[in-house]
């Protein structure tokens, strides 16, 4: 109880950081700081015409500027001060804390890239691998409560990362894939839907998405890619197949001139297609990285996550420690009213 008396008689609460601080139930109120000065000035001025003072011969020990006439103002001062107090107290000043909870059903996302030799081709900057990494990062940094797990894949397959919450440990393991990772040459499309379907078959989400990004034909790997699709889609995975690159002439690197050295691709589209059509997802053609961005963010709206949320707002009123001062000041004016201060060289 003590305690709480004590921080009453702060002189923290009258100061203007506290008084902005604030926010006002009813700040219309707070007009009347200024109104109240300027009525008590006009009843001062109605009071003076309907009752003129009586001019009085004073001793010259008397100084018509003497300060202490000044004491006769104090039980004003202290008669506003408690106005003024009333004003901050109706104003209701207050503190919110908003706390918002967010919770969702989220989306399991398994990103299976290609980094065999042909994703060094030049039609992206700097290479296919490159702009398909970039791009990657920016799908995940902009997900929210999904488990997404990553698969690379070349003549094997080698799952890089299971199906994690860790976005930061994801994107530094997606910064840190180069065609070195994988001795086996060629295109496993099949193992790498089947490396990824193994790291989701155990998933309880209500909606598992695949990603596949590849540029060229499945000619390697055990496993041939329309059955790893057809196994993927018996466990309820929706698959979505980005061809990357163009076919035709490509650059890729340059010759002893420094002239850039074209090179011919060729891209598997059919089976690309097969493999979104018997998963139940899309097929995308990307022939830049504009188009590559522009392919994620489509997939990103599509399989979007529902996300809720609660909010709780605690609110705490203040109007009780002015109002505490207000009384304070009203009975302080009070007894000076019937003091010597109130006549002060006037009776």
Do not use: C, H
Not at 104 to 113: A, F, H, P, S
Not at 303 to 318: A, F, G, L, P, V
């Amino acid at each position: 109880m003590i305690e709480q008396l004590s921080e009453f008689f702060s002189w923290s609460w009258f100061l203007p950081e506290t008084l902005k601080s604030y926010e006002w139930e009813n700040p219309w109120i707070l007009n009347l700081i200024w109104i109240i000065p300027v009525f008590m000035l006009i009843r001062k001025f109605v009071k003076f015409l309907k009752n003129p003072v009586l001019e009085l011969s004073l001793p010259k020990t008397v100084s018509g500027n003497n300060p202490w006439t000044y004491l006769r103002l104090i039980p004003t001062a202290f008669f506003f001060l408690f106005l003024v107090m009333m004003v901050i107290a109706l104003a209701r000043p207050q503190r919110s804390n908003e706390r918002v909870e967010q919770f969702t059903e989220g989306i399991d996302i398994m990103l299976v890239m290609d980094i065999s030799e042909s994703m060094d081709l030049q039609d992206f900057s700097p290479n296919r691998l490159e702009a398909s990494k970039a791009t990657a990062v920016e799908f995940i940094n902009g997900r929210f409560g999904d488990r997404i797990g990553m698969v690379v894949f070349a003549g094997e397959a080698y799952s890089l990362a299971p199906l994690t919450n860790d976005y930061k440990l994801l994107t530094e393991l997606i910064g840190e894939i180069s065609f070195s990772m994988m001795e086996a040459k060629g295109t496993a499309i099949g193992s790498a839907l089947a490396s990824a379907t193994n790291r989701m078959k155990d998933s309880e989400s209500v909606s598992k998405v695949m990603i596949l990004l590849s540029d060229g034909e499945s000619n390697a790997g055990n496993v041939d890619p329309l059955f790893a699709a057809q196994l993927a889609s018996a466990l309820n995975i929706k698959i979505y197949t980005i061809a990357v690159g163009k076919d035709g002439m490509v650059p890729y690197g340059t010759d002893f001139f420094g002239r850039p050295q074209m090179v011919e691709s060729y891209l598997d589209e059919t089976t690309l297609r097969e493999i979104a059509k018997i998963g139940n997802g899309e097929f995308f053609r990307a022939a830049d990285g504009g188009t590559l961005a522009g392919i994620f963010e489509r997939i990103d709206s599509l399989e979007k996550t529902e996300i809720k949320e609660n909010r709780y707002k605690e609110t705490s009123d203040y109007y009780r420690t002015y109002m505490f001062w207000g009384f304070i000041l009203l009975f302080t004016w009070m007894l000076l009213k019937s003091s010597f201060l109130n006549n002060f060289l006037l009776d």
